[in-house]
Structures are given as structure tokens and as C-alpha cells.
């Protein structure tokens, strides 16, 4: 499933009523009720009924259950969350879009002056091995998974020559580099800034001139 790291900015609760909606067939799948807990109506309700049927797995897929369960698609979100409210470069600066075929999507965020940076490794097709060093001759040799949809990736070390990610698992790699992808002329075209900003580390500051 992720791809789901597209969806950063989506609220925690979403991701459950996302897996129920499979096999939902109503309608309209995404106004289904918000499975809450295994109780009637899911919990989205103390009526007889709900406008729109709730989803027959809602004893199984709920909120309530996947706050019990450390690789649930809820503590995934979570963790996405969180990684996009502590880390400066994937919150401002810039974006750079490196890679893509018919499985996977590849970019960067990045922010002047802060050396760490974020590289999302998108598969949304089948199992592939790609050569980012090959792409990016700059980057170094070993790159950290720092969140994977497949929870036992995280942590792990990687070689930038040989990136596998499985049929729609989505990984954020986080590595150093004091020669940024927007810096360089062959990526000039593929990089955009929503909001600039650059860091100092002498200062530990954020600021906006730059």
C-alpha cells in the first residue's frame, strides 16, 4: 500500500476507513461510516442506522484495534505524521524529482543548509531493484530506511546501488550530503520550491532571506 506516504497530510483515523472501504460497496465509499470500535454502528453511532451501511468488517478493521497493533495502517499514518512535523526538509525547501518507470517514483526534499535529506522510493507497480547512485553519482553508498510500509525495513541500512522495494511498498531514506540534487545542473528542471527557506546550524535557526 503506499503510497500511502502521498498521504502525509491526512488526518490518523483516515487510514482505517481507507482499508474498510475495499469492499465497501455503497454509494459512496468514502462518506462510509468511521469504523471506531467492534461495537454497533461501529461506533460511529448510537441511532438505529447509519445513513450509509457500515462496512461488515467492522469488528475486524477499526480504529480501536489498530491503536493495539505497532504495524497497523493507523500507527503508519502516525509516523508519517510525525516524521513531517520534526523534520524541517520535508515541511519547506525543495523538492526534486529523480526517478520514475513503470513500477517506481523516486524524489527528494531538501532544504538549504541542513545537509540531511529525505528521499521518498515510491513502488506503484511490481517488485523492483533500481541503481539510485547510477541516477545520483553524488549520493553515498548507504542510505537509512527511516519509514517503511513494511514496518521490519525501519532501521535498516541500504545500498544506493540496490534499492528493492516490494509491489506498492513505499520507504522514506534518509542519508547525508553536502551536495544537494537542486544544486546540480542535471536536475535544475526537476526541482521546485513552495516555500524557501534555509537553515543555519550555527545558529540552529530557520530563516527566510536567503
Not at 503510497?3 to 482505517?16: R, S, Y
Request: charge should be negative; charged fraction near 20%; include cysteine.
Amino acid at each position: 500500500m503506499l503510497p500511502t506516504a502521498l498521504a502525509v497530510f491526512v488526518l490518523n483515523g483516515k487510514a482505517v476507513l481507507e482499508e474498510a472501504e475495499d469492499h465497501c460497496q455503497v454509494t459512496f465509499p468514502e462518506k462510509s461510516p468511521m469504523q471506531w470500535d467492534d461495537k454497533v454502528n461501529a461506533g460511529f453511532t448510537e441511532g438505529n442506522s447509519s445513513w450509509l451501511p457500515v462496512n461488515s468488517d467492522y469488528q475486524s478493521v477499526n480504529v480501536e484495534i489498530q491503536m493495539t497493533w505497532s504495524n497497523s495502517t493507523l500507527n503508519l499514518y502516525r509516523e508519517l505524521a510525525s516524521l513531517r512535523n520534526n523534520e524541517l526538509p520535508i515541511q519547506r525547501g525543495w523538492m526534486c524529482f529523480i526517478w520514475n518507470d513503470s513500477n517506481v517514483f523516486v524524489y527528494v526534499r531538501e532544504l538549504d543548509g541542513l545537509h540531511k535529506v529525505f528521499m521518498m522510493v515510491l513502488n506503484f507497480g511490481q517488485e523492483s531493484t533500481i541503481d539510485l547512485k547510477a541516477i545520483v553519482p553524488s549520493l553515498p553508498s548507504e542510505a537509512i530506511i527511516r519509514l517503511s510500509t513494511n514496518f521490519s525495513n525501519a532501521g535498516k541500512a541500504v545500498d544506493t546501488k540496490l534499492i528493492k522495494t516490494e509491489m506498492g511498498e513505499g520507504l522514506v531514506l534518509e542519508y547525508k550530503t553536502a551536495k544537494p540534487v537542486h544544486t546540480m545542473e542535471a536536475f535544475q528542471g526537476n526541482c521546485f520550491v513552495a516555500e524557501k527557506a534555509c537553515y543555519s546550524s550555527a545558529f540552529n535557526l530557520l530563516y527566510m532571506n536567503c
